[in-house]
């Protein structure tokens, strides 16, 4: 728990709590099923979630890191595809829980919509 609330200190947010859930339970996993569809394509896949401790050389703080500049203001990587891509927490729209992006980092400073919630998205996974 106490690298969830290093990650709610160091972005200054509050993260949705099914976030934390997932996290402390399935920690950097793979999940099953892995697809998923944005506003902008069909079949857009999670390689991976983001480990959110810092033990792990890829995770959520130096992703976000790597990303500075390149990704929008208040969006928290939280997985990857296979292709570099990032699917982020983006708390741009309103107070309290993020809508889920998709970040594509070929079109670097733009994003595809996913969901309205990150629990939206995981419903939206197949």
Known sequence: MSDMKAIESFF???LPTLYIDVQLQHHGARPRP???????RTGAAI???LPVTKEYT?????????LSGRIGTN?????????GNYLCLYYQYRQGEPVVVF??????????????SFGEFL???Y
Do not use: C
């Open 12 to 14: 200054d947010v509050q």
């Open 34 to 40: 892995t697809r998923f569809n944005t506003d902008l």
């Open 47 to 49: 390689k991976s979630f």
């Open 58 to 66: 890829i995770n959520v703080f130096a992703v976000s890191s790597w």
């Open 75 to 83: 969006m928290i990587p939280f997985a990857g595809d296979s292709a």
């Open 103 to 116: 970040w594509n980092h070929e079109k670097e400073y733009t994003y595809e919509f996913v969901a309205d």
């Open 123 to 125: 419903g939206l996974l």
